[in-house]
């Protein structure tokens, strides 16, 4: 973590040059503000003009360095920032793809959002409001430290005191006032985004249950919540702003009086009495910010644990397989396979033994919440199991990278998602390089064609955020075209033709088992549909093996799938 927050050598390079062109601009101050008093207090004196050329010179210098540095200052140390806050982002993006479902259950969207977003962007305080200004002040201090000893020797501890004081004691008492302000922003913040992103999603159903004010009541709560803590946070921000003020101002006028004895004694010339109370007064520039710093560092810090909890899900270390899959024919098996989503939740599948040599055709029937999509998200390596034996050519799926595994399976799952995009884009989501000729095999496959030549922009039709433009049947055939054009030797189909009609669905399963050719093909479905073309199939029940063959035998047994498929005939019947 410590190397993403520092990002390369590059961008350290930038940072420390962002941090002396900070101490460069505060320098400039410290000098414009300090020839300023030097020039009219000669001035006062009537000096032949050629003595006070060389002040005037010095302050259209430090004018211009001034505009000059912050200018260049801003820039280096925003770009620097923006330049670690996309490596974070891009960091965070890849802890999460791996995470997919399973390692994601324990946060709900709108949380993630606010992680990779509002998170992420409150790290950029770290760097600009934390860790920056504590640099520069530190450098600007010693400076002006060192000026004052240089000038009048005496005023040089004292202020050394005030400065410590000022940057250090007052964040110190503040920190521990506010204590934990920062973090109780983050966590209201994080509460309401993931309320929101809820109420977005769901707002069809709260809008038919008639809940939505019910809704907006907890959203509202949230709100003010968030507020609240944002008030309280200001209220630490403005103490520290106004005692960060006081000290200086304190300090000026310290200076003035330790300075106006020694001008008196001869020690100090009276024109450097005004520099002295100038040059400090301007060096505050640096440490009126440290106050902020501990309030901001801790908003960091809660930010950067909430970043950091996601590449904490054990899930990671879980799914870490790192082996390839040759090219050439996939042969999978199970033994006595059991999984549990959790330890302590009974388990949702147990004993499941099957083979799929390349080319059978595997077909997992059983009623709602038999197991079905559970041994599917196995196969699938977003869960790895726990007990018996998942086989790949062989070998341990689990040592598998799970992006191989995923490669070698084209998946048409129950809610397959569509990017708001073109349907054509969101099609060829499986295979970008598609000829043409491929797309369009892959629409007659599913069934596309003639939906898709009556929308006036044919192909280029957006489909919606999540395909909410088109109906379900509609989207579960974009998600069948995807699957077609994917070249993998295994295709997963999970309940392929819902949302379809009888008559479709028989099409479409027909056209989508013919275009598997050789490819194995695993069918999960409660509808008793396309079932004559499997060489197996498993009957499951509350996670266990009922039945297991050939349709015929299974229909010889005369057992639970017997049964089964007399309902089916009845009901394919009536329809
Ligand atoms: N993420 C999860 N965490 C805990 N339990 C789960 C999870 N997903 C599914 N289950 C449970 O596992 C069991 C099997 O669910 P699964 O989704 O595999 O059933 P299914 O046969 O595919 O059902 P359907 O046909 O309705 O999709 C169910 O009891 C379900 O409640």
Known sequence: MIKLLTGSRRTLWMAAAACMLGSFTIYANVGLLAASAWLISAAALHPPVAELSVAIVGVRFFGLMRAVCRYLERYVSHDVTFRLLADIRGWLYTQLEPLAPAGLMAFNKGDIFSRLVADVETLKFFYLRAVFPVLIAVVTAAGTVAFLAWLAPPLAWPVAGAFIAAGCVIPVVLGRLGQTTGRKVIEARAMLNGALADSIEGLTELAAFGQAKTQAVKVTALNSRLIN?????????????????????????????????????????????????????????????????????????????????????????????????????????????????????????????????QGKKLAIVGA????????????????????????????????????????????????????????????????????????????????????????????????????????????????????????????????????????????????????????????????????????????????????????????????????????????????
């Open 229 to 357: 803590r944002q008030k309280q946070a200001n209220a630490v921000m403005a103490m520290a702003d106004a005692l960060g003020t006081l000290g200086m101002n304190i300090t000026v006028i310290a200076v003035i009086a330790l300075a106006a004895p020694l001008v008196g004694s001869g020690t100090l010339a009276g024109v450097y009495l005004a520099v002295a109370a100038l040059a400090v007064q301007a060096s505050f520039e640096a440490i009126l910010p440290l106050p902020a710093v501990i309030y901001y560092w801790q908003e960091s810090k809660a930010a950067l644990e909430r970043i950091k909890d996601i590449s904490r899900q054990p899930v990671i270390a879980q799914l870490s397989g790192t082996k390839e899959i040759l090219p050439g024919a996939v042969h999978l098996a199970a033994h006595n396979l059991s999984f549990a989503y959790q330890p302590g939740l009974p388990s949702a599948l147990s004993g499941i033994t099957f083979n799929l040599p």
């Open 368 to 575: 709602s919440g038999a197991g079905k999509s559970t041994l599917a998200g196995l196969i699938l390596r977003f869960w790895d199991y726990s007990q018996g034996a998942l086989l790949l050519n062989g070998d341990d799926i689990r040592n598998y990278a799970p992006a191989a595994v995923r490669r070698a399976i084209s998946v048409v799952s129950q809610d397959t998602y569509l990017f708001n995009a073109t349907i054509r884009d969101n099609i060829l989501l499986a295979k970008p390089d598609a000829a043409e000729t491929e797309l369009k095999a892959a629409i007659a496959g599913a069934m596309l064609g003639e939906f898709i030549d009556k929308l006036p922009q044919g192909l280029k039709t957006m489909t919606g955020q999540n395909g909410l433009a088109l109906s379900g049947g509609e989207r579960q055939r974009i998600a069948l075209a995807r699957a077609l054009l994917k070249t993998a030797p295994v295709w997963l189909l999970d309940e392929p033709t819902a949302g379809l009609d009888a008559y479709a669905e028989s099409i479409v399963m027909e056209n989508v088992l013919q275009a598997a050719g050789s490819c194995s093909v695993i069918l999960i479905t409660h509808r008793l549909i396309g079932l004559e073309a499997m060489d197996e199939i498993l009957v499951i029940e509350g996670g266990k093996i009922a039945e297991q063959g050939s349709l015929a035998e299974l229909l010889a047994q005369k057992g639970v799938f017997y049964q089964m498929w007399g309902l089916q005939q009845d009901l394919l019947n009536t329809t």
